[in-house]
Structure formats: structure tokens, C-alpha cells
């Protein structure tokens, strides 16, 4: 384990080498950069598809330079479960290569700025002669057609454009962007349901498609009913810092020992319960309280009430009351604090797996949980081209070809000093 690495006390795994699950037999090729791609092919890969990511030399997927003291944690985590094969996409026989790659795949996964894939000679059109069957998805900004479809499209500029931003940060402060790749995952989490849509629809039907997913798209659709609501408000919702737009109380409340404990009563009977606990009965039938819309116009004070209460007692204190009562709370917790909490820990949220550099590292378990068929931890996140001799044997390259690759540098066979 390297100096200064913090040991923690998760559930212990091994890897397995097997590649069983309910995606068993589904061929991913992953040509995906950053995080929206990979966090697709992880949900394929974790359930037992066999996901290739094919990168580009010398350095490989740009998320293996997302590093903490010197370490890709980024890439240990969403690389896991997969194999690697490094190519050099600027010399000659490249394309030639990923299309017999590709002709062996299921899937092609692809977050090139539109256009890209076509100026290589691989657009659908092409690729659906090489497989018919094939499924492209394709990650993008802000998608394969608009205006915007040709501009660079990292997930911070979604979250700006979206409506995210200028929705989320303190009521009269300036918008604030998530300190995450919140666009990509959200773009990730639709990415692999759309790729298990369209694996239903090929066997009914036979014949592959094209997917476009669109960062902004992926976004917009989790920010609630914003256009609606503007129809009928006819102005944007404000700021609201840790409250909410729709529900009253729900905010992050100070106690007395300087922790906080998120409350959400979002339901009118979870109110009143919360009303009864505090010992403001009353406010049940007050004219304004009694219903959620009326206690979001007085947010303000609902908080005064209810933080005042909670800012009275110790963090233990105000949730052993009201998990007595029933109340929908808990606490505020950061990395630290969730490496305490036994629940994290017996239900495996978090689990360590062995490490060539660290020993062990931890990231979560596979989601979601399926009882029957369950994902599981096969191989460590690869170095680059690690599996190159592997990927090429079984896409029919014999040793003489496998040979002058190497020799061309079109591939490298593994580089120890990339992960």
C-alpha cells in the first residue's frame, strides 16, 4: 500500500476472471473518452458483457489523467471489469483494424464530436454493411443534429445550458455548477437503458441501430417539469440553496454540536408528523401551513421553525427523536463519515478490491443489485493494451499480423507505467 493511503474497513472482494452475468455473450467496442462512456460500458461490463476499450496511444483514455496522489482513481474504478487494446488512430491500417474489430462486436460505443466518426470512413452507413446487427451509440454535447450539434460538448457546459446551474447554489448567490460529472453519469445511466432497449428490439426485429444520447438531453430530463412550470409562472424558478421549489420542510438544518441533518417532508402526512414531533401541533391547521403551498410561500419560516427546533439538540439527539417519530432524516455525512457507518459496510456499497499499486482500492459495488443474476467484480481496470494479443486473437489476427502490428506501432502490446 503506498504512503499516505487511507485504509478503510470495506467488504474484502476478489476478482474472478469470469465474465458471467445476464450480459454474458454481448461484445461492447468502446471508443468513448471521459466519463459518459465509460460509465455506459461499466454498467454492461459489471453485469458480464465483455467490454473492449480500445484507446489511443501513447496515452491512452484521457480519464487515466484524473489522478489523486499520482493514482488514475478515476480509471481504477470505471475501467474495472474491462479489457484494454492501445492503437495508434494516426497511422495508416488503423480504421482497417477497427472495423474487424468491430465486425466481431454487439455493440460500438462512440463520443467522438459529431462528424468524427464519419471523417474516419466509419459512419453507420458504413459500419451497418460491415454488421448489420450492430448498435451504435453515439455520445455527444448536445447531440447528432441542432445548431449546437458541432460544438465540443463537456458535461460543464451542459450543466450550465440546462438549466441546472441557475437552479442549483444560495438563494440570491450566483448559479453553481456541481462539483461532479453529474452531466456525464446522468448521460452513462441513459446510455447503458438505452442499449438494453435496443438489444430488446434487435432480437424481435434482427437489424442494429444508431443511438443518439446528448449530454444536454440527459440532463434537462432529470430537472423536473422546468417547462411547465415556466408556462404556467412565466419566469424561471429562483434559487432556493438546500430547500426546495416544491416541498416544505426540506432543507439541511444545523444542531447544536455543529453537524447538520437533512430533513425532507414531502408528503402532508410526513408534515404533520414533523409538526407533532417538534411540539407545533398547531401549525397542522394553520391557515399558513396547512398545505404544502402554502408552506413553500413561507419556506422561510417553516425553516426558522423546524432549524430552531433542531439547533436546540445534538446531532444524536434530533435523529434518535425522530427516528422515533418516524421522521424522514438523517445525517449529513461526507466520505469519512460514511467509512463509519455500519450500513455502508455490511451492505457492501463500498468494497475494497486488490491493487497491483495500492494493495487494495475502494469503489462502489455494482448497481443494481440483482438477486438471481447478480453483477460482480471480474478483472482490475486495465494498463493500456493490456489484453491488445487477447482482443486480436479472437477477432481472427494470426501471429504473423499480430507481429507487424507491434512492429508498425499501429498497437503496443502493454504499457506497465499507465494505469
Known amino acids: 500500500m503506498s504512503k499516505g493511503v487511507q485504509k478503510m474497513s470495506w467488504q474484502k472482494h476478489a476478482f474472478d476472471g469470469r465474465s458471467d452475468g445476464p450480459m454474458q455473450g454481448v461484445r461492447v467496442i468502446d471508443l468513448s473518452r471521459l466519463v459518459a462512456g465509460n460509465m455506459t460500458s461499466l454498467q454492461l461490463a459489471d453485469f458480464g458483457a465483455d467490454v473492449i476499450k480500445v484507446e489511443p496511444l501513447p496515452l491512452g483514455d ?31 491500417g488503423a480504421i482497417e483494424l477497427l472495423k474487424r474489430l468491430i465486425a466481431t462486436a454487439d455493440i460500438l460505443i462512440e463520443s467522438f464530436r459529431p ?3 464519419e471523417k474516419m470512413g466509419l459512419g453507420p452507413e458504413v459500419l451497418h454493411e460491415v454488421s448489420p446487427k450492430l448498435i451504435i451509440l453515439r455520445v455527444s454535447g448536445f447531440g447528432q443534429s441542432g445548431p449546437y ?24 448567490g ?13 448521460a452513462g445511466l441513459y446510455g447503458s437503458n438505452a442499449l438494453l432497449m435496443a438489444l430488446r428490439s434487435r432480437a424481435t426485429s434482427g437489424k442494429g441501430q444508431v443511438i443518439d444520447l446528448a449530454l444536454l438531453d440527459a440532463m434537462t430530463s432529470v430537472l423536473g417539469p422546468e417547462a ?3 408556462q404556467l409562472l412565466h419566469k424561471p424558478k429562483p434559487r432556493v440553496g438546500n430547500g426546495s421549489n416544491t416541498s416544505s420542510p426540506r432543507n439541511v438544518y444545523q444542531t447544536s454540536d455543529g453537524g447538520f441533518i437533512a430533513l425532507s417532508a414531502s408528503m402532508q402526512k410526513t408534515a404533520e408528523r414533523v409538526f407533532r414531533c417538534i411540539g407545533r401541533e398547531d401549525l397542522i391547521t394553520h391557515p399558513d401551513f396547512c398545505t404544502n403551498e402554502q408552506r413553500v410561500a413561507r419556506r422561510h419560516a417553516v425553516d426558522q421553525i423546524v432549524g430552531g427546533w433542531i439547533g ?8 434518535a427523536i425522530f427516528d422515533e417519530h418516524g421522521i424522514t432524516a438523517a445525517p449529513v455525512y461526507d466520505i469519512e463519515d460514511i467509512s463509519k457507518d455500519q450500513h455502508f459496510r455490511k451492505r457492501g456499497i463500498y468494497v475494497e478490491l486488490p491493487d497491483d499499486d495500492l494493495g487494495g482500492a475502494a ?8 438477486l438471481s443474476t447478480p453483477g460482480g ?9 493490456e489484453h491488445a494479443r487477447q482482443i486480436l486473437t479472437e477477432a481472427g489476427f494470426d501471429d504473423a499480423e499480430f507481429t507487424a502490428l507491434l512492429e508498425s506501432e499501429l498497437i503496443s502490446e502493454s504499457v506497465h507505467d499507465n494505469k
Do not use: C
Not at 450566483?174 to 446522468?186: C, G, N, S
Not at 469503489?363 to 440483482?370: E, G, S
Not at 467484480?377 to 493494451?385: L, V
Open 363 to 370: 469503489m462502489h459495488a455494482p448497481v443494481p443489485r440483482l
Open 174 to 186: 450566483d448559479p453553481l455548477l456541481p462539483p461532479l460529472a453529474l452531466a456525464d453519469m446522468i
Open 377 to 385: 467484480f471480474h478483472r482490475a481496470a486495465p494498463r493500456i493494451s
Open 62 to 92: 484521457p480519464l487515466r489523467a484524473w489522478k489523486q496522489g499520482g493514482i488514475s482513481t478515476f480509471w481504477t474504478v470505471y475501467g474495472r471489469n474491462k479489457r484494454s487494446i492501445g492503437l495508434d488512430f494516426r497511422k495508416e
Open 228 to 230: 411547465l412550470d415556466y
Open 312 to 319: 436546540e439538540r445534538t446531532m444524536e439527539e434530533g435523529l
Open 115 to 117: 462528424g468524427t466518426l
Open 149 to 172: 450539434s458541432s460544438r465540443p460538448g463537456f458535461g460543464t457546459l451542459v450543466e450550465g445550458m440546462s438549466g441546472f446551474a441557475s437552479r442549483n447554489g444560495e438563494e440570491g
